[in-house]
């Protein structure tokens, strides 16, 4: 029931009948800047999922890095207590996902469409959110100039569902399912494998 608890508080919904993440994310991205017709250089993209919870302050976030030059931000997630996940779990996909965090300044290497901002100059450069079913957010950045400049941080995180029956083939929550085996045991993950 997103598109109507979207209408409901106010927001311009866009809806789509691709069955594609990356073609709907592009759907959207092109109706909002056909509405707002400002420079795309003086134009900021976010993008979160609808099962997720961002902080008061991610949007200022957002702005502040733009407001500092950056071209593109990639901000991290973490699970929501609700739905419930096993401990085990949780425990398992924070291992995963922080296994290269040295710090505070962690410079991560995770790519969510679920905590991502980009400026409209980048984002038409890039050729904006390809028509794909899952890594549209991954593809786009990839697609990126060489000269943007990409900041990785995890100084706002986005609260995202850690459901194990999801919707997206390929996205979070199939990564989830298969962290904890489709028969509800745990399993490894070995190097390189995993959502990004």
Known sequence: ATAAVAARHGARVVEVAHGKAGAARAAAVEHALQL????????WIVTTDADC???????ARQLEAAGQGWDCVLGTIRIAPLPPVPAALRVRH?????ADRAGPGWVHPHVHGANLGVRADAYRA????????????????????????VLRTDACPVLTSGRTTPRA?????????????HDGRMRGVGPGTGHV
């Open 126 to 149: 890039a050729g904006g959110f390809p028509p794909v079913a899952c890594g549209e957010d991954r593809a786009l950045v990839e697609a990126l100039p060489g000269t943007a400049r």
């Open 53 to 59: 919870v961002v902080r008061p302050s991610w949007l």
């Open 94 to 98: 924070d291992a995963h996902y922080f």
């Open 169 to 181: 083939p390929g996205g979070f929550g199939v990564f989830l399912r298969d962290l904890a085996g």
């Open 36 to 43: 707002c017709r400002a420079p795309a250089e003086e134009t």
